[in-house]
Every structure is written in structure tokens, then in C-alpha cells.
């Protein structure tokens, strides 16, 4: 699988060139947030996302854990824009003897209890290896405003939804031969090396890895705040705050002793030669929402939110360790590198 890459933005690069062609063709362009809202404005948002068996699950992972978490990643990016699902479009390719009535059997039960219609899709031959593509379709709740990345203000304060770099974790552990079945069984390999104590945490992060969960509540209730800026945290904490920030044409500061961590993660990163700190700053794939309040307003309850700094003027993106304050580069994961 790849691995977390500084700076390089290729991807951003490229997303950059085609808002400003789009901006040339004389009208706006809908991309830039985890949803396009179509028609302009709503009431729709619809999204799309891929998973590339070797990228991002490992080979021969169970077709039924697949299909479970393309769905997640993709809720995910609703949730971001405070959207409910409705409406699902797969496209599969597909090397000869893949167990295809497995994956679609769990994609539509997960459909199910998302409230996703499964509405069609494409199926395809791919000798090499499984590559399975989701359209979601999402509408807004009565009462509800979109959420974007572009209503961040100075003085807002900066949350997330959850923990930071446990996904990242797992994958490196699955990458070490670490295993997990439909029934959330995790398998450790007998030469990875890692104290009783930890073997819980492993379990969590490799089960936080393969089997992620969107943060749809929280998504809707921000969408009833009077102004909220969010995404989701797909690509790495740094990362996407650098993507929040430059929508705003704001900065931020984070306090590196703020940043939420499961129980034992650092402990475990370090067992298996792993930088908390690089992990919870770039790993990626955590799927919790990144976003942004009014200072008085707090955040939704009933969610494990934690604050992490604030909104500044922008353009630098710092983190604050140990009361000094240095530049936070946009750590995390580039899909065309």
C-alpha cells in the first residue's frame, strides 16, 4: 500500500486545474467540497469513491469486507457535507472466480441499514485485480444547511469527530500480515511481535482500518448549526486541514497535546517502530469529521468530539508542541503519487 508523502500535491494540483478551466468556461464550478451539490446549490449532493484491491485493502481480503467499506468511505463524504443517503450506483471490475454475489449481498444489507437504495450500476472484467466504484446520492435534511469547507472564519474553534491515526495503524499492521474476517476477528501473525498488553489495541486499529464508520449523526447535526465548515478526514489530519484553510483563505493552530488518541495508540506505535505523532498528523483514513464552530457555540453532544485548536489568519497552518509554534506542512496521502 502506499505510504504517507510530504507536500508534492499533485493531486491538488490537478483538482486546482479544473476549477479554473471549469471558471473559465464562465460559470462556477461544483467541485471543491467531499460532494458536489447539484443542481447548484442542492438539493442534491453526490459523490464517488474507489477502492483498488493492493491500494486500499489488501489482497484477498474478504469480498463481503469490501464491500462494507467502499460504503463507509463514501457515507463518509456525505456525512462531511451534512447530507442522508439515499441513492447508490456500483461499478465493479473484477478478476475471473471473485465471489461477486458475497460482495453484493453485504453491500445491499449494508445498503440497507444506511437507508441507501442500491439503483444500479456497471459490472466489468479486471484480470489483475478487484476495483469497486460507488456513486452515493444524498439529500438534505428538512431544516438543513450544506456544509463546506469554505465557512471557516477567524476565531472559529477547530474540532474532530474522533481519534487520529488508528486507521493508519492498522494498515500497518495488515501490512505485516495481520488479518481480519467478517466476523471482526482480528489474526496476528506469530512473528509480529507485540506485548499482551497491546494486543487489544492492535484488534481496535486494525478493525478501525477495514471496517471505518461514517459520521453521518454529527454530519446533520452540524447542518442545523447557523455556520459550520467541515470534511472528513480522509487523506490525513494535516492535509485536509491545509485543503479547510485554503477554501476559507484562512490559517489555523493546533495544539499537538489536544490531538485525540485511541487508548494505547501511541504505546503500540511505538512497539512496532511507528511515530505517533506522524501517524495522527498524516496516516490518513481515520473518517472523522474535521470542522470548524463559531467560538461560543459548542459542539453537537452525544458525539466524542474534541477540540484542537483554532481558525487564524491565514495563510500559515501551524501546530503548537510544547509552546513552540512551528509551520505544519500538509502531511498525509497523495492518490496520484
Same mark, same amino acid.
Given at each position: 500500500?502506499? =505510504?504517507?508523502?510530504?507536500?508534492g500535491?499533485?493531486?491538488d494540483?490537478?483538482?486546482g486545474?479544473l ?11 461544483p467541485?471543491g467540497d ?6 447548484p446549490?442542492?438539493?442534491?449532493a453526490?459523490?464517488?469513491?474507489s ?17 462494507? =467499506?467502499l ?6 463524504? &456525505?456525512a462531511?457535507?451534512?447530507? =442522508? #443517503?439515499?441513492?447508490?450506483?456500483l461499478?465493479?471490475?473484477? #478478476? ?25 450500476? +456497471? ?7 478487484l ?9 438534505? #435534511? ?20 474522533g481519534t487520529?491515526?488508528?486507521s493508519?495503524l ?6 505485516r500480515?495481520a ?9 496476528l ?12 489495541a492492535a ?9 471505518p ?12 448549526e ?8 480522509? +487523506?490525513?489530519l ?19 497535546s489536544?490531538?485525540p ?19 495522527? &498528523? ?30 487564524t489568519?491565514?495563510?500559515?497552518v ?6 513552540v509554534?512551528?509551520?505544519?506542512? #500538509? ?7
Open positions: 500500500m502506499a =505510504r504517507p508523502v510530504v507536500v500535491e499533485s493531486e494540483r490537478l483538482i486545474w476549477r479554473r478551466r471549469e471558471g473559465r468556461a464562465g460559470k462556477p464550478s467541485i467531499d460532494a458536489a451539490f447539484l443542481p446549490g442542492g438539493p442534491w453526490i459523490t464517488v469513491d477502492q483498488i484491491e493492493g491500494v486500499h485493502f489488501p489482497s484477498g481480503l474478504d469480498p463481503a469486507l469490501v464491500a462494507r =467499506r460504503l463507509s468511505v463514501n457515507l463518509s463524504d &456525505l462531511a457535507c451534512g447530507a =442522508r #443517503p439515499a441513492w447508490a450506483f461499478a465493479l471490475a473484477a #478478476p475471473p472466480g471473485f465471489d461477486a454475489r458475497r460482495l453484493f449481498s453485504s453491500l445491499a444489507r449494508a445498503c440497507r441499514t444506511a437507508g441507501v437504495t442500491l439503483a444500479g450500476g +456497471d459490472l466489468a472484467r479486471n484480470p489483475e485485480r476495483v469497486a466504484s460507488l456513486t452515493l446520492l444524498g439529500n438534505r #435534511p428538512v431544516g438543513g444547511r450544506w456544509l463546506r469547507r469554505s465557512a471557516a472564519r477567524v476565531g472559529d474553534r477547530l474540532y474532530v469527530g487520529l491515526g488508528e493508519a492498522g494498515q500497518r499492521l495488515l501490512t500480515g488479518a481480519m474476517d467478517i466476523r471482526r476477528r482480528v489474526f501473525p506469530g512473528d509480529l511481535v507485540i506485548p499482551n498488553a497491546l494486543v487489544p484488534h481496535r486499529a486494525i478493525r478501525r482500518h477495514l471496517a464508520r461514517a459520521q453521518l449523526a454529527l454530519g446533520v447535526a452540524l447542518g442545523r447557523r455556520r459550520a465548515a467541515a470534511l472528513d478526514v480522509s +487523506d490525513g494535516a492535509r485536509d486541514l491545509h485543503r479547510l484553510c485554503a477554501e476559507s483563505r484562512v490559517g489555523a493552530l493546533i495544539e499537538e489536544a490531538l488518541l485511541a487508548p494505547r495508540f501511541a504505546e503500540l506505535s511505538r512497539a512496532v517502530g511507528e511515530e505517533p505523532l506522524a501517524l495522527a &498528523l498524516g496516516g490518513g483514513e481515520d473518517y472523522v469529521l474535521l470542522f470548524t464552530l463559531p467560538p461560543r457555540k459548542a459542539p453537537p453532544r452525544d458525539f466524542p468530539n474534541a477540540e484542537i485548536g483554532r481558525i489568519p491565514g495563510p500559515a501551524r501546530i503548537n508542541q510544547g509552546g509554534s512551528r509551520e505544519l506542512l #500538509p502531511l498525509g496521502w497523495d492518490h496520484l503519487e
